[in-house]
């Protein structure tokens, strides 16, 4: 089990910035590529953006390439999202979850997840 919780999220205008962050309990946490995924209501789950084990690879959705940035701090077992220029359209629970291995956009590769955290931007 990878213990993950998010926090950070909440309501910001558009055009505005957030900063989530992922905290993760346990050891080994640089053994796990970190990805953030997003729910909006009535929509399926979709990939954002993931950082592999030693942040030598990130991936973005085409969505948020240019606006967000992952990154992670190993020693800190935590990964974070800055999320910049948002738009009405990120409105969505943002998880983190981790999977061993190279960095997938599938749900269905992740091993653990987080609860979650609100985010929503005002048009």
């Known amino acids: 089990q990878v213990p993950l919780e998010e926090s950070g999220g909440g309501l910001v205008q558009d055009g505005g910035s957030l900063r989530l962050s992922c905290a993760a309990s346990?050891?080994?946490?640089?053994?796990?590529?970190v990805a953030w995924f997003r729910q909006a209501p009535g929509k399926e789950r979709e990939f954002v953006a993931a950082?592999?084990?030693?942040?030598?690879?990130?991936r973005y959705a085409d969505s948020v390439k240019g606006r967000f940035t992952i990154s992670r701090d190993n020693p800190k077992n935590s990964v974070y999202l800055q999320m910049n220029s948002l738009e009405p359209g990120d409105t969505a629970v943002y998880y983190c979850?981790?999977?061993?291995?190279?960095?997938?956009?599938?749900?269905?590769?992740?091993?653990?997840w987080g609860q979650g955290t609100q985010v929503t931007v005002s048009s």
């Open positions: 979850a981790v999977r061993l291995g190279s960095i997938s956009w599938s749900t269905d590769d992740y091993l653990y």
């Open positions: 346990g050891r080994a946490f640089s053994s796990y590529t």
């Open positions: 950082i592999s084990r030693y942040a030598l690879t990130t």
